[in-house]
């Protein structure tokens, strides 16, 4: 049964330590979704890649955080230096362009104290 | 710009009883509207979506969502809930054309026995 795997399923760290989280998109999918849940914000966008192209990161605050896809079965999204409001829940999600479905990770709960 | 809204935090229903879990949207072009549904601990699982055709829309579990056109609606709904369809649920649209999914706040139903 295919599956987005996310690691570490939960991260606590300091504020002003590097974290970076790794998403392994279902094999053949060629869009990846990084998004964050909060209770205040509910899901938000963070980024977007296509065919491993960054296509919009216009949710993140560029000055900490960065995604990249290394290679078509790794998508990081690091965070550096970590805030304590960076605490959430960061979910990615893969699909097929053309296709409507996005498949989602189980998450990696972020608490930075 | 796209919005969703889910006006309701939360809804109660008796096992056995028919559920609605309301959700309208906003967005230029023709929208193509989802439901995901996420259990404790988990990401968010597609349920089912409407692009064209029927208003009625079947999905996954059991559930079924109408969309409306004239009220901007896409309500969720299944004829007999079950306690184990306990659970946050999302309403998410975009844009015919985008590939930016946007999320309501979500809704959590409670399915007491």
């Known amino acids: 049964d295919a599956r987005v795997t996310q690691t570490p399923r939960h991260k606590v760290t300091e504020m002003g330590q590097e974290v970076t989280m790794r998403c392994q998109p279902i094999?053949?999918?060629?869009?990846v979704f990084w998004y964050r849940q909060t209770m205040m914000q509910g899901l938000e966008l963070l980024a977007y890649f296509r065919n491993r192209a960054p296509l919009d990161d216009s949710g993140m605050p560029k000055d900490r955080f960065s995604a990249e896809m290394p290679d078509a079965t790794l998508a990081t999204l690091k965070i550096q230096p970590s805030e304590p409001r960076d605490s959430a829940v960061y979910f990615c999600a893969s699909g097929l362009s053309g296709r409507e479905k996005l498949f989602f990770g189980s998450g990696t709960q972020l608490s930075v104290l | 710009a796209q919005s969703v809204a889910q006006p309701e935090d939360q809804v109660n229903v008796a096992e056995g009883n028919p559920l609605t879990v309301k959700c309208t949207y906003s967005?230029?072009?023709?929208?193509?509207l989802f439901w995901y549904v996420q259990y404790p601990n988990r990401g968010l699982q597609f349920l089912l979506k409407?692009?064209?055709?029927?208003?009625l829309v079947k999905g996954s579990y059991g559930f079924e969502a109408e969309f409306n056109k004239s009220q901007t609606s896409f309500h969720l709904k299944k004829p007999s809930a079950l306690v184990s369809d306990s659970a946050l649920y999302f309403c998410?649209?975009?844009?015919?054309?985008?590939?930016?999914?946007?999320f309501g706040s979500g809704t959590r139903l409670l399915v007491r026995p």
């Open positions: 409407y692009i064209t055709g029927d208003n």
């Open positions: 967005v230029s072009g023709n929208p193509y």
């Open positions: 094999l053949g999918h060629n869009t």
């Open positions: 998410a649209v975009k844009r015919d054309s985008s590939y930016k999914l946007i």
